[in-house]
């Protein structure tokens, strides 16, 4: 039908598109055109051309990874991306299950194999998040790299208990040994050193719980509950602090973990690199 639905065709659809032309004409019974009668051409205007970020050999190399993880670990489902840092451009992006673009005459209907995970579909980054919580606690000054704290691997927040995965501890434990040992423990005491007021402060400014703003359709905004929401309770602060109770997609992961590798500043990501106009101008992003 000539329309985007999806993806990067859906996003700059109405520049894609360009526009159709017109002829107008006296024909005869036959279809035939009469050459006397009135005629009139307005030719069509082809769209623009977009130009991806997407590098080819990043991209074979994202399949095959993604391809050969899922078949090791049993996994139905899984995403990849890659970014770089600077720029927010997305140099590489696989989901599985997915399509062949080639052979949608043979899809009867719109499955799980048409979503795009990477922005689409949430769920619990777990500990990938104690890098947010860390860097919230080292900017806010909160902790040092040598800070120590002493908290047991079991532990009881405002009467809930949380363990640490190994359920050891480690005592003197530095900051950066809670990144080492990925410890909960650990997590919790920067994100109750912090507070949450602090703390999702910091969720908000990584980008969480809000669309990115990359142009793909479909994007969600992922789910966060912050102190004075409803169904929010204090043992939530620590559950989140390791990347539990909070839903994330893998675009806001990636682009999060970008900032911390920018020096701090956020970026937008994206999958076009360039417009190119049908008379020869180009937007670069």
Same mark, same amino acid.
């Given at each position: 039908?000539?329309?985007?639905?999806?993806?990067?065709?859906?996003?700059?659809?109405?520049?894609?598109?360009?526009?159709?032309?017109?002829?107008?004409?006296?024909?005869?019974?036959?279809?035939?055109?009469?050459?006397?009668?009135?005629?009139?051409?307005?030719?069509?205007?082809?769209?623009?051309?977009?130009?991806?970020?997407?590098?080819?050999?990043?991209?074979?190399?994202?399949?095959?990874?993604?391809?050969?993880?899922?078949?090791?670990?049993?996994?139905?489902?899984?995403?990849?991306?890659?970014?770089?840092?600077?720029?927010?451009?997305?140099?590489?992006?696989?989901?599985?299950?997915?399509?062949?673009?080639?052979?949608?005459?043979?899809?009867?209907?719109?499955?799980?194999?048409?979503?795009?995970?990477?922005?689409?579909?949430?769920?619990?980054?777990?500990?990938?998040?104690?890098?947010?919580?860390?860097?919230?606690?080292? *900017?806010? !000054?909160?902790?040092? &790299? @040598?800070?120590?704290? %002493?908290?047991? /691997?079991?532990?009881?927040?405002?009467?809930?208990?949380?363990?640490?995965?190994?359920?050891?501890?480690?005592?003197?434990?530095?900051?950066?040994?809670?990144?080492?040992?990925?410890?909960?423990?650990?997590?919790?005491?920067?994100?109750?050193?912090?507070?949450?007021?602090?703390?999702?402060?910091?969720?908000?400014?990584?980008?969480?719980?809000?669309?990115?703003?990359?142009?793909?359709?479909?994007?969600?905004?992922?789910?966060?509950?912050?102190?004075? *929401?409803? !169904?929010?309770?204090? &043992? @939530?602060?620590?559950? %989140?602090?390791? /990347?539990?109770?909070?839903?994330?997609?893998?675009?806001?992961?990636?682009?999060?973990?970008?900032?911390?590798?920018?020096?701090?500043?956020?970026?937008?990501?994206?999958?076009?690199?360039?417009?190119?106009?049908?008379?020869?101008?180009?937007?670069?992003?």
């Amino acid at each position: 039908d000539v329309v985007g639905l999806a993806g990067i065709e859906a996003w700059y659809d109405d520049l894609l598109r360009g526009q159709p032309g017109l002829v107008q004409k006296y024909v005869d019974a036959l279809g035939r055109r009469i050459p006397i009668g009135k005629y009139s051409m307005q030719p069509a205007e082809h769209g623009a051309t977009v130009t991806l970020a997407i590098d080819r050999t990043i991209q074979h190399i994202v399949e095959q990874e993604l391809d050969a993880a899922l078949d090791k670990f049993a996994g139905e489902s899984g995403s990849i991306v890659v970014t770089n840092p600077q720029s927010g451009e997305i140099l590489g992006l696989a989901n599985r299950p997915t399509f062949n673009p080639g052979l949608m005459h043979q899809y009867g209907a719109v499955g799980p194999e048409f979503q795009n995970r990477a922005c689409g579909l949430i769920y619990d980054p777990g500990s990938t998040f104690k890098l947010i919580t860390m860097a919230a606690g080292l *900017d806010t !000054g909160a902790v040092q &790299p @040598d800070s120590v704290h %002493n908290l047991p /691997g079991t532990v009881e927040y405002h009467g809930q208990e949380f363990k640490n995965w190994d359920e050891r501890t480690y005592p003197n434990q530095t900051m950066t040994s809670v990144l080492q040992h990925s410890s909960n423990t650990g997590a919790i005491h920067i994100a109750d050193t912090i507070g949450s007021k602090s703390f999702y402060e910091y969720v908000d400014r990584f980008g969480f719980g809000a669309l990115t703003g990359i142009d793909l359709r479909g994007e969600v905004e992922g789910i966060v509950r912050r102190r004075g *929401d409803p !169904g929010w309770f204090l &043992p @939530d602060l620590a559950s %989140n602090s390791f /990347g539990q109770g909070i839903s994330v997609t893998p675009v806001q992961m990636a682009a999060a973990i970008g900032a911390i590798a920018n020096n701090g500043v956020l970026m937008r990501p994206r999958v076009a690199r360039a417009i190119t106009y049908p008379d020869g101008r180009q937007h670069l992003f």
